[in-house]
């Protein structure tokens, strides 16, 4: 099926143009539809980002464009004060996969900013999408081999996301990332054990380094610079962990730091004091609203050619 | 009555001054009984005391059921009761089941408190010192002056020893029996020491008294050694007739032979051996008998017939320690082995060798810890090459570097100097896996199969490859028990287009293309799958890396075709892993942009916008299905 007929399996100078399936230039690569990666990183922060701008449209749609702003910027402080996140400007202004992974975490705190604007039909839909995404999230980015049951799970909780996501919200498209997580994620985690394992975190991690030591590596031209970096890693390819002392310190039994009373410091509230900074919160607070004004923009946008679609009776 | 008074009449007209007389002769004879009479009292006192303080250690021994409170006197030999509220306890209770000759015999000892009780012995009874032994000789001790008693153990020579036979000297009966221990038939110090008091007493009126009583004594203690004397000289003859006897029937019976084990044991119960001289050698006995066998359990029979069976029971350490129990058993081991080794060099050689044998891990974990303990500074095990990764991988400037390495000593430290790490470089540099070439468009490995094979090899070596099976429709994992063998350059297939069948040995390489950082530029990079943590930056290879501020077609397919024959030849061949070849499994792990790029694809505004199924852009309701 897929492994059969997908286009990139086609070979460019044996077909024709229009059997070319999209695929209008010589792929640079032939490889098997199977093997590739269901981008798990960037499904994880695309998807996230679709659920938030969701909450703004959903305001959009209830209480009109007005309203919209002021719920996007109210969204943005929740995201930093409870759920203690805040979009990376590196980053293109967008969460990064380990805020992500806690924004899926405090998806309640998300949800309890629509109570009372929108109605509770949608409320509850938007709960239940919340709470789907954070089963497929904790599964989409592990780096370990998963047991059966989950892989069953993931492919049950997949399909139903995009289902209910597709049924309750109409006007939602379904990206090339949401269809990568509903048809072929499952396929590519029951075959292979893990996503996450495959994942496209090494190479971001690649720009990182290369970011932190950008006046180590600079020589007369930028190819230059870049053959510094390939020698460096080259060089530190063969580092062995065996010739570092490391702590054998093993973590903390599950639920052992978490907080058991109501007045306990591990709590955020309880915490109090200034742990921050004012010139940090006051950049956080304005790259904050920044985001919130992106992603009203884009949800106003969104839900005005719906709109314009709907009139045209498409 | 007047003839009795008339009687009486001579006697009383013989004159008072006879009377005076004859009544105070009279009564001179009644004190001079008395006196007597209580004299030899005390003498058979003296005796029978002098013979309970010679009591043997077992009938000692057996007076006390349960607990000793007697003890000999390691100075005088005499044995004492320890005065305590046990003894007390002792005395007023009743031992049906013993001899009353032999118990109040042993009531009768006086209880003198005891100045320092050694340790119980097994066979006989507790020794110490009796108060009048130690305060004796600790006033010699203060003195100066040689100590009259031996408080040491031994007995006295005999001629210290003030005997009956001997003249006496009162003044010399000031002491207690401990000074007349040893030969003395009799208990004369008591004798003497009864008398002198006496004498205190009664004045220096009775002193005349007291010289005829000595010599009384004296006459009578020549008495008894005469009658001794010939009573030793039938006995001695006895024994030369026994012993005669026992020499014919000697010769006559066959060799002695040893007494048979139940003979031994039987004596052992009877108390026969149970004294302080058998007991050491008991004690030797049982060592030997018990370190020889190892029995695994011992049995012990008990009065009353029951038996008890103590069984050895080896108690194993925690497998799992926790850390500081793992840095003492660590700790213990190395005392050990040093103790064993004898000096500090056959001690780094056997620790070395222990090393060795846990593993290499193990041997620098072990080493790094060894430096830790020793006090003296030792030089790094690390080679300039391995600080040299080291460094690159924490980003650490040489410049830096050597700071550190200045501050911690130079040389001594055991750090690489600069030049001694650019030469490293170089010799790095030179190696086929890392060599880069640079061109007009970016930097990229010369060797791209030679790199997978230096990592794969390493990770091998390492015990640190993990194998990932690919799992059937049933989603359990395929055993993979084929070797790969590349096809042909001439067949025409493709193993990237066609996966390789699942039961085939396979290394999984993640090929990933992405733009980003500061300097923009696009890094290809390819990721080996098979450890741990494979996201690790140690654990990549970066390919290339191209200058670029966007990752379109036309750059990317220019950039990469350096590369990109690498990696179709790299499939197509397979790579070698502990001898066998494997294939390459590759996978495309970047976004969806990059994807893009490589397919060719139109990306999300095409018609067809998966790159992996026909399914089109536009939402349809069966994805609401």
Redesign the interface.
Known sequence: ???T?????LR?ATTSRLSH?????????????????P?PL?ITMGVTTRLLRLAVELIISCRGRAVGLPYAYALAETLRTSVRVSPAP?HGGVFIGRACHAIAEGGDAVCRTLLGLVPERDHVAYKRLWALWRKLVRTLNR?VDVS?AE?RDFRSCADLF??HL??CFPWV?????L??LF??AADFL????SIG??????????????????V?FSAET??????N?????????????????RS??RPAKDGARRARKATDRRLNVNRGGADECRAPREKAIREGRQWAQSIFAEGDRTFATVLARFVRGG | MARERTSAGPACGRGATDFARDRCQSTYAVRMLTLLQSALLLFFLSCTLRSTCSLPDADIRRAFPKAVWAYRCTACSDVFLRPSNGLRAWKYRAFPELVEVLLACVRALPAIPCKSLRATEDFGIPHGTCDRCYCRSKRARLRKAPAETNVVDGPVPPSATPTLVAPILCEKFRGHSSAASGSAPVGGSSLASSVATTHVSAGPSLSHLAARVCTWTRERAEALNKADFERHCVVRLSEQLQAAQSAIASARAPPPHSPSCSKFLALLRSGAVWNDRDGPTLQQIAAAILLHDRPPEFRVKRANGRESVYVKRMSPLKARGK?SQRNRRSAIGSSLLAKVSRSQEDADVASNAQSVAMG??AS??AT??QR?RSKAAQPLP?TPE?Q???I??Y?V?LTAFNGIRRVLGGSRAGLASQPVLRAA?AR??DLP??R?T????????VNLNE?VA??LT?LSA?NGLVE????GAD?V?IPQTEAYSPPSVGSGS?P????SPPNEKDV?L?????K????S?V?V?L?L?HKK??????????V????AEKDS?DE??EM?KEH?QQ??DLVREGVVVNGERRAV????????EA?C??????G?S??????????TKT?CAS???
């Open positions: 099926m897929a492994d007929f997908a286009p990139a399996t460019h399936r999209s695929i209008d230039r010589a792929p640079l690569l032939s490889l098997d539809p199977r093997r590739v990666v981008i960037h590196y780096a059966l892989v995009v289902s597709k049924l498209s379904i990206s090339p990332k269809h990568i048809r072929h029951s075959r292979f054990g394992i495959y994942g496209e975190q090494s190479i971001e991690a690649s720009h990182g380094f290369y970011n932190q030591n950008a180590k930028e190819a230059d610079g870049c053959a970096l390939v020698r460096a890693m080259a060089t530190a390819r063969e580092a062995s962990d065996a010739s570092l002392v054998t310190r | 850390r290499a891990v620098c974990r790094v810890a830790r690390l391995q040299l990764r080291l690159e991988t980003g400037s470089r790095l540099a896996a890392k880069v640079v061109t007009r468009t970016g930097a990229h490995l790199a230096e990592k390493a390492s990932r099976l690919i799992r989603l994992p493709c990237l287009a066609a996966s999984h993640a090929l990933g293309l992405d980003g950082g500061s300097p530029s890094k990079v990721v799958e943590h494979p996201h690790r930056l140690s654990n990549t290879i970066l290339a890396v191209y200058p077609y990317a397919s990469q990109l990696v179709r499994r590759l996978f495309l792990s970047c976004d969806y994807l790029t490589f397919h060719g694809h139109k999300e095409g018609t067809m916008s998966c790159l992996m199924c026909y399914t939402a994805h609401a299905d």
